[in-house]
């Protein structure tokens, strides 16, 4: 019956989805990651104690930067439930890691060791995540208090168990997502990590839509909009998805019934323009928040202190130039930055010359790094530019369609296309081994 099906009965993505459906194993994996994401759905609904929800609206409404971090955790931060953090903790400290392994000795050794190795790298990242949520915790903590959501904070007195309830529910949340996101990755369909950010993203839509679109009047507006929304999925998919081919040529000798053989063989090395994700985003938006969150902290002082607060706090906000410009230099550096420092890590020269390999025209070894090191500057400049443009077009089409809809950011674009599309691969991978045809062609 399936068979049949294959013959063009139903469009290709429906007649794919109704394959992997067919596949008792392959299905059971579907269900078991949608299973997986509704109880993550779940959790982000479980508020901490104390909380006052009418203070709470009224400091999101006030303070833009709290509801552009909202976008990315689905509500739960708005609602400051046990998993408000998220798995940012657990992604700040894994980017941690990935930079400090090429200058600390110990872990440079542990990343060579293949899997026990990188298990070791994971336990490490673990227990990195730990101080980061907690620190990011407190922070929140501090500001719920200043804002009069939360009650007194502090390790003394009547305020101690309060705070330490609400940091390590906090902490206890991240560690959970993190928990289910592995789950994922092991007996499910996807990267888990990634699908537990792509869910966020996804339940807090209906909303961005509706602030963004629905309480607007600016038809015409909004459908210019909507085609610059189309037409960055399409660049997203587009630059996502480009490479460059490097030519590779494989030639060894081997022995087999005491004659030697010379096997050969041409293929080529893929070298993404985008290698870099959606890290340097993550990572320019972080810099970029901390000066004006950190500015809040101390905007209700009276004097010096107080105005100068103040005046950073009204200055790196979404809204204003400044913060825009921030955000594109600062993509621009880390996609340059993280590109080099992980194919820097790959040594692919070196395992080329391992495996008998060598590019066209280019002697083995030091030469052959020399030239990848300078195709991967080249075209890493346009992945930085591309990025850079990314984060910046929600401004640039606000000020052109006069549609204040910043917090349809096309940061969460760039996730949802990327997440999409690698769990995509993986179902079309997975059919593909059953002689099926696939989400991708």
Known sequence: MIAEAQGGRFPRLIQAAIDAFSLPDLRAKILFTLAILALYRFTAHIPLPGIDSDQLDLLFDSNQLLGFLDLFSGGALRRMSIVALGVFPYITASIVIQLLTPVVPQLQDLSREGETGRAKLNRYTHWLTVPIALAQGYGQLVLLEQSNVLGPIGFTGDALLPTVA??????????FLVWLGELITEKGIGNGISLIIFAGIVAGFPSMLSHGFLDRDNVLGIGFFAIIGVLIIALIVMFNEAHRRIPVQYGRSIFRGGRMYRQSGATYLPLRINSAGMIPLIFAFSIVILPGTAATYFATNTGFIGDIARFFADLLIPTEPLYWVMVFVLVVVFTFFYTLVVFNQQQLAENLQRNGGFVLGIRPGKPTQ?????????????????????????????LITDVQAISLSSTSLLIMVGVGLDTLRQLEAQLMMRNYEGFLR
Request: charged share 10%; net charge positive; glycine share 10%.
């Open 166 to 175: 609400a940091l390590l529910s906090v902490v206890a949340g991240t560690m």
């Open 370 to 398: 020399d030239y990848l090191n300078r195709v991967i500057v080249r075209i890493t400049l346009g992945g930085a530019l591309f990025l850079g443009f990314i984060a910046i077009i929600p401004y640039i089409a606000s």
